[in-house]
């Protein structure tokens, strides 16, 4: 079945550091990829997706490329705020069997930015 | 335009007690998905439901829990005789038509369930 995996954490960064969450996935047929952020207390957000190998999802300052041939979805940062704190998830979205709202998701990432 | 409405947010049982957990899903939104999040995993489907339909319960453990998502009223999952297993964060999800590549999944707190 479809699965992701994604880098382990916690993370800890200074802030202005640079920021790589690996995610690597495995799947039938062609995913959609997303990267879903949760804030301390609340519900999660999608951050960035990417619908077809070579995409470039972005969001503020967040960005994440659709690889296929390493089935990887790595998300990054040029320089990372404390307020980038939070829960990171990669998810996927199948494409076959017609099931394609189901959601797979990574264990998630804690990033912690210190000022 | 108010988000993914769950409650309550914290809700503590004793093994043996019924669980219920609610959802509101954003206005115009017809579509409805659970998710779990067991202590240090990723979130995993459980159900997916739309106005008086269950479309897709494939996720949903056999015994124990049922899902509804009524013409009036709020989304409910339900979990009889709870164990300390069922211990959990549990998400519902909304979309205005079936999500999938390019229809997006809008996710409310969560209701963090606490089997005693």
């Known amino acids: 079945g479809d699965s992701v995996t994604q880098m382990e954490g916690p993370v800890t960064l200074s802030e202005e550091a640079f920021l790589t969450i690996n995610c690597t996935y495995t799947?039938?047929?062609?995913?959609?990829l997303f990267w879903y952020v949760q804030y301390p207390g609340e519900g999660l957000q999608l951050l960035l997706k990417?619908?077809?190998?070579?995409d470039k999802g972005s969001n503020k300052g967040f960005e994440a490329t659709y690889r296929k041939e390493t089935t990887s979805f790595h998300l990054e940062k040029g320089s990372v705020q404390v307020s980038d704190s939070a829960v990171y998830f990669c998810?996927?979205?199948?494409?076959?069997?017609?099931?394609?709202?189901?959601?797979?998701f990574g264990k998630g990432t804690l990033l912690t930015v210190n000022p | 335009n108010a988000g993914v409405m769950q409650n309550p947010r914290h809700l503590v049982r004793r093994r043996g007690q019924e669980a219920r957990l609610r959802c509101s899903p954003m206005?115009?939104?017809?579509?409805v998905y659970w998710y779990r999040q067991l202590p240090e995993e990723g979130l995993k489907f459980m159900v997916y439901?739309?106005?008086?339909?269950?479309?897709?319960e494939s996720g949903m453990p056999k015994e124990r829990f049922s899902a509804e998502f009524p013409k009036e009223g709020p989304s409910i999952l339900r979990i009889q005789q709870v164990v300390r297993g069922d211990s959990a964060a549990y998400f519902c999800?909304?979309?205005?038509?079936?999500?999938?590549?390019?229809?997006?999944?809008?996710f409310g707190p969560g209701t963090r369930l606490l089997v005693l």
């Open positions: 799947a039938t047929g062609y995913p959609s």
């Open positions: 439901l739309q106005k008086e339909n269950i479309i897709d």
């Open positions: 990417a619908t077809k190998a070579d």
């Open positions: 999800a909304s979309s205005p038509r079936v999500a999938g590549g390019q229809e997006t999944q809008y």
């Open positions: 206005k115009g939104h017809s579509h």
């Open positions: 998810a996927l979205s199948g494409r076959s069997g017609g099931s394609n709202y189901k959601l797979t």
